[in-house]
C-alpha cells in the first residue's frame, strides 16, 4: 500500500511530459508552488533558452554542512515504443506503478517531496537541500548551473544522495562517460574511378577499427575495477552515417563513439590516441589525394567518474539507515560524479527502483521500491 500523498505527488510529476528536448517549467513551477505552501525559497536557474531550470531549495538554517537530496526531471523520449498505457498517465497494476519516469527518476523526487512537511515539523539543526536538474539523460547538462549556485553560496554540503534506481543500494562508483561526434570529410568521384577521390566511409572505417582494438586492449590490460560488471574502461562506436548512392565515391562519413571509464583511465589519453591515428596515419594518407579532406572531432558528452570509499562514516550512516551493509558500482553514469569531482561534495547514487526497468515501454516501479525509499527517507531525516 502506498500512502497517498506519496500517490498524489508522483500522479502530478509523472502526468508533465518533461522529455529532454522539451521544457521542464511546469514540473519546475509546481515544485517551487508545493514548497511555498510550506514557506520555503526556491531558486531557479534557468539554461539560455529560459525554457528549463533547475531547482535548488534549503530547508533548515542557511548554514553550512547537511545534506544534499538530488534527482534529475528530465526523461528519455517515448517516440517508437509500444506502451500499453499513456506513458504520461500513472497506472497502479499488480503492486506496480507504470509510467515514463517512475524508476528514471521520478519516483524518488516525489517521496522527498512528500516528506517536506516532516521535514520542516522536525526543526533542523542542519539543512536540507533539493536539488533537482533539468536534462541529465542528455549529458548531465543542467546539473552544473545548480553546483554553480551551490559553488557560489559557499554552503559546503557534508554530503550528497542522487537518487537514481538502485534497488535502493548504496552505489559508490560508476564510470566516467567521453562522447564525441567525427566528421570524415573525403573527395567524391564516379565509383569506377575510385582511385582518384577519397572514401569517407572507408577512413572513417579504419578509424572505428583502432577505436575497437583500443577497447579490446582494455579488455586485456586493464586498468580493472572487479566491483563492476564490466570490470575495464570500454570503447564503443554507436552511430554511423555516410555515402549517397553506390556509384559515388563517399565525401562524407560520420560517426559517433563513446569511452565509458574507471576513475583510474584517464580518457582524454584514450582520445588522444584516437585524434593521433587520426592526424598521423589516416589524414596523411587522405592528403596525398586531396589537402581539401580531413577528420574533426566534436566532444557531445562529457561527465566524470565516481569512486568513494566505503569505509566513510556517512557512506556507512547510510548503510545503517538502510539496514543494508553491502555497496556496489555501476556502468551508467549519473550526476554523482560531478557532485564530488567538481564541487567537492561526498556522494553517493541510492534510490528506489531498477535501471532495468529505466529507458524501456511500460516503464515501473514496484510499490515494494516505494515503500523502502519511504522508510529509508524517514530514518534520515530521524537521525538528521
Request: aromatic share 8%; proline share 4%.
Amino acid at each position: 500500500m502506498i500512502e497517498k500523498k506519496s500517490l498524489d505527488l508522483l500522479k502530478t510529476l509523472i502526468g508533465f511530459d518533461t522529455t529532454s528536448f522539451k521544457s521542464n517549467l511546469n514540473l519546475i513551477k509546481f515544485i517551487e508552488n508545493y514548497l511555498n505552501q510550506y514557506k520555503i525559497k526556491s531558486e531557479l536557474i534557468y539554461d539560455e533558452t529560459k525554457n528549463k531550470a533547475n531547482l535548488f531549495a534549503t530547508i533548515g538554517p542557511n548554514s553550512s554542512g547537511g545534506i544534499v537530496l538530488s534527482g534529475h526531471t528530465d526523461v528519455v523520449p517515448v517516440a517508437n515504443q509500444k506502451w500499453d498505457t499513456d506513458p504520461f498517465q500513472l497506472i497502479e497494476k499488480d503492486q506496480k506503478l507504470y509510467g515514463r519516469g517512475t524508476s528514471d527518476m521520478k519516483s524518488f523526487i516525489g517521496l522527498v517531496l512528500s516528506r517536506v512537511p516532516k521535514i520542516v515539523e522536525k526543526k533542523l539543526s542542519k539543512p536540507i537541500h533539493l536539488a533537482f536538474s533539468y536534462d541529465e539523460e542528455i549529458g548531465c547538462v543542467g546539473v552544473h548551473g545548480l553546483l554553480d549556485l551551490i559553488e557560489k553560496k559557499s554552503i559546503k554540503p557534508e554530503f550528497c544522495i542522487v537518487g537514481e534506481p538502485t534497488s535502493m543500494e548504496v552505489v559508490i562508483g560508476h564510470k566516467g562517460k567521453h562522447a564525441y561526434s567525427v566528421k570524415v570529410e573525403g573527395l567524391a568521384c564516379h565509383s569506377g574511378q575510385a582511385p582518384f577521390g577519397v572514401n569517407a566511409i572507408n577512413y572513417a572505417s579504419k578509424l572505428i577499427a583502432y577505436i575497437d582494438q583500443l577497447n579490446k586492449e582494455k579488455s586485456i590490460n586493464g586498468p580493472f575495477d572487479n566491483d563492476y560488471e564490466v570490470p575495464h574502461t570500454t570503447l564503443h562506436t554507436g552511430l554511423i552515417k555516410g555515402g549517397a548512392i553506390l556509384n559515388i565515391v563517399p565525401d562524407l562519413c560520420e560517426f559517433e563513439f563513446e569511452v565509458r571509464n574507471l576513475i583510474k583511465d584517464d580518457p582524454l589519453q584514450l582520445v588522444k590516441k584516437i585524434e593521433d591515428y587520426a592526424s598521423q596515419k589516416l589524414i596523411k594518407d587522405m592528403h596525398k589525394v586531396s589537402s581539401k579532406t580531413g577528420i574533426s572531432f566534436n566532444e557531445k558528452v562529457n561527465y566524470p567518474a565516481l569512486d568513494m570509499s566505503e569505509d566513510i562514516d556517512l557512506v556507512k550512516k547510510i548503510k545503517e539507515l538502510l539496514g543494508n551493509n553491502k555497496h556496489k558500482k555501476v556502468v551508467y553514469g549519473t550526476e554523482a560524479g560531478l557532485f564530488k569531482n567538481r564541487s567537492n561534495i561526498p556522494t553517493i547514487v541510492c534510490g528506489p527502483g531498477s535501471i532495468d526497468q529505466a529507458h524501456k515501454p511500460n516503464e515501473f516501479i514496484s510499490i515494494e521500491q516505494i515503500n523502502r525509499c519511504s522508510k529509508f527517507l524517514d530514518n534520515l531525516i530521524d537521525s538528521h
